[in-house]
């Protein structure tokens, strides 16, 4: 569906040999996206993408036809269960400062991210996150079904392709790195002491090394 939808916007706004960069499923889109149209993007930086072995996408899929277990995925339960209203922002901020995927992240990076992702309620007089707890647990249900294509299409990936993968991740792993080192248009940079909103937790050094790829 998303990867459809870029597809449109791109089509609609006549996008072509631009700079693509997405982080986590984005990163999986701007991928996917390059190799389904060459002309799109004149180089890519995908941010700790969701890419998974072809292993782990069979195996993904085997359990798809067992929906209790399926649905017990530590993540789609977590974005099943997530809280989403508060009544006051110091609320969020105390609350989501207490997780540990957060634990990296400063003070003024993460009171910005909660002001992305949530919207304050005249009506129920609350602070509201701004998506769908069910959109967010179809998209860790779902997002790995196409990640074949990625695999059996690498070749036709022809441009400067930027990685960067954090120290600790659960998506883009030291196997997946490995194998899509295949493609030689593809670079892959290590973030150090960083888990995957390290965008947010070390922005600073990821911006350097964005902007040093784009120019060379």
């Known amino acids: 569906v998303f990867l459809n939808d870029f597809q449109t916007y ?20 701007i991928l996917r996206a390059a190799i389904s149209d060459r002309n799109l993007f004149k180089s890519i930086v995908l941010l700790d993408p969701t890419i998974f072995t072809p292993p782990i996408v069979h195996i993904w899929r085997m359990l798809s036809f067992f929906p209790k277990l399926h649905s017990q995925f530590p993540l789609a339960r977590s974005a099943r269960n997530r809280r989403v209203n508060f009544k006051r922002k110091e609320d969020i901020f105390n609350s989501y400062r207490t997780k540990m995927i957060f634990n990296k992240i400063p003070d003024t990076q993460l009171h910005e991210y909660i002001d992305s992702i949530f919207s304050y309620s005249e009506s129920y007089q609350n602070f509201n996150i701004n998506f769908s707890r069910k959109w967010e647990e179809k998209i860790f249900l779902k997002s790995l079904y196409d990640d074949i294509f990625i695999w059996e299409n690498l070749d036709k990936l022809n441009i400067p392709t930027l990685i960067l993968q954090p120290e600790s991740s ?43 790829f784009l120019s060379e």
Do not use: C, W
Not at 13 to 19: A, D, F, L
Not at 174 to 184: D, E, F, G, T, Y
Not at 185 to 199: E, M
């Open 10 to 29: 791109a089509k609609e706004q006549n996008v072509k040999h631009s700079y693509g960069m997405g982080h986590s499923v984005g990163g999986n889109i």
């Open 170 to 212: 659960p998506v883009f792993r030291n196997s997946a790195a490995q194998k899509i080192s295949s493609n030689k248009n593809i670079t892959i940079s290590r973030i150090k002491d960083s888990t995957h909103l390290f965008p947010l937790e070390k922005h600073e050094e990821t911006t350097q090394i964005i902007k040093k």
